[in-house]
């Protein structure tokens, strides 16, 4: 079964600073990939998937995540945090041929004056 | 608001008596999923359906859980004989897809949050 993996359950940037958010997906065939933002007591919303087309990913509010075979990484960067940006984020696969989604277990990024 | 809507938003319980969660999905998705999110952790598929057929369950859905989705609209997840450790938010998404093999966006609701005392 295809998982990914979120390293870091916390990560703490100073507002400016670059965000980096690491997911490593396990599967033997190119799956496709989301990252999902959660703020307190709010469902889920997308920042950005990929899909088997362009490698490099931009998606809303100026995050953009890289799809690298090789390392098997989706990793989610911002090149300026704001304090805005803290919340928490979900790295997800979803197995081709199937509707679920499966979550990693969360990054909670903190953003500092 | 055209969103994903769910109900209650927050349901306390005493260990043992039934929940009842609804979710109205966005108007035109065929597709409607349930999803368990306990503290600290990702989301945890349940459950999905296309129109009024459930499609996948989970194992996670133990005989206590039962979800049911009659005219392919709204859906209820209930759950029987509620234990302490089915204390979390209840997340329910839709999407719109006729193919297996398509992406389609899954769009989240607000989640309803159970606290079994």
């Known amino acids: 079964a295809q998982s990914v993996t979120q390293l870091g359950s916390h990560v703490s940037v100073s507002e400016g600073a670059l965000v980096l958010l690491r997911c490593n997906y396990s599967s033997s065939v190119p799956p496709y990939l989301f990252w999902y933002v959660q703020y307190p007591n709010q469902g889920l919303q997308l920042l950005l998937k990929?899909?088997?087309?362009?490698?490099l990913v931009k998606g809303i509010n100026g995050f953009e995540a890289e799809f690298k075979k090789s390392e098997t990484s989706f990793h989610l960067t911002k090149p300026s945090a704001h304090m805005s940006d803290a919340a928490e984020y979900f790295c997800?696969?979803?197995?081709?041929?199937?509707?679920?989604?499966?979550f990693g277990t969360g990054t909670r990024l903190l953003v500092s004056p | 608001d055209t969103g994903v809507s769910q109900n209650p938003r927050h349901k306390i319980t005493k260990r043992g008596q039934n929940v009842t969660f609804r979710c109205d999905p966005i108007?035109?998705?065929?597709?409607l999923y349930w999803y368990r999110q306990t503290l600290g952790q990702g989301p945890e598929f349940l459950t999905y359906?296309?129109?009024?057929?459930?499609?996948?369950k989970s194992r996670l859905l133990s005989d206590r859980f039962s979800a049911e989705r009659p005219k392919g609209s709204f859906s209820t997840l209930e759950i029987q004989r509620t234990e302490q450790g089915d204390s979390a938010m209840y997340l329910c998404?839709?999407?719109?897809?006729?193919?297996?093999?398509?992406?389609?966006?899954?769009?989240f609701g607000p989640g309803t949050r159970l606290t079994v005392l």
């Open positions: 359906f296309q129109n009024e057929a459930q499609l996948e």
């Open positions: 998404a839709s999407s719109f897809g006729t193919s297996a093999s398509t992406y389609n966006e899954q769009f």
């Open positions: 990929y899909t088997s087309a362009a490698t």
């Open positions: 108007s035109e998705h065929n597709r």
């Open positions: 997800a696969v979803r197995n081709t041929g199937f509707q679920k989604l499966v």
